[in-house]
């Protein structure tokens, strides 16, 4: 289910200069993406633009937190996102691939699809590692994985029994 208009930047009709502008994020926006380990979002996005004749600066910032499981005890666990991010866009015909953070537009365009950035730019934000801080997992959890490694220190019983063996 792709969800289509809802992030969509309007800017044809935005006069030269400086605009704020927001979006709410959806509770559900990255159930449309595979693989983030999102399940929930409360967030906001607040764009920055700045218009030009030739050129559009936009500064996004994704500010609020998301839900995701910890990575050793996979008890719920929020995480804070503080994104900052610039693109340029350009007005022109002429592409430069060699330069990704500027985004060439157009003349027949007229709106700027924010999806993709608000995706990309908090799942940047967010660590490698996905754990509570230490002493807050989930308690019960914890001590059955912390289990297995007690009994490997302790001497195997075959192991024993060979070294007997060699002995004799
Ligand atoms: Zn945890």
Redesign the pocket.
């Known amino acids: 289910m792709k969800q289509t208009g809802k992030y969509d930047f309007q800017f044809s009709g935005l006069k030269l200069g400086n605009h704020q502008l927001n979006w709410p994020v959806a509770p559900d926006f990255f159930d449309n993406f595979e693989g983030t380990g999102v399940t929930e979002a409360k967030l906001k996005l607040d764009l920055e633009v700045e218009k030009k004749e030739r050129l559009m600066t936009l500064n996004f910032h994704i500010v609020g937190e998301v839900k995701v499981h910890?990575d050793?005890?996979?008890?719920p666990?929020w995480l804070d996102v503080n994104s900052s991010e610039e693109l340029v866009a350009r007005f022109s015909n002429e592409t430069d691939l060699s330069d990704d953070k500027i985004l060439f537009l157009d003349a027949s365009e007229y709106k700027l699809d924010l999806t993709q950035f608000i995706y990309e730019f908090t799942i940047l934000d967010l660590p490698l590692k996905r754990?509570?801080e230490e002493g807050?997992?989930?308690p019960e959890v914890v001590s059955m994985l912390s289990e297995p490694e007690e009994e490997e220190k302790q001497t195997d019983p075959r192991w024993e029994a060979l070294k007997n063996i060699q002995k004799e």
């Open positions: 910890c050793r005890c996979n008890d666990l754990v509570h807050q997992c989930n």
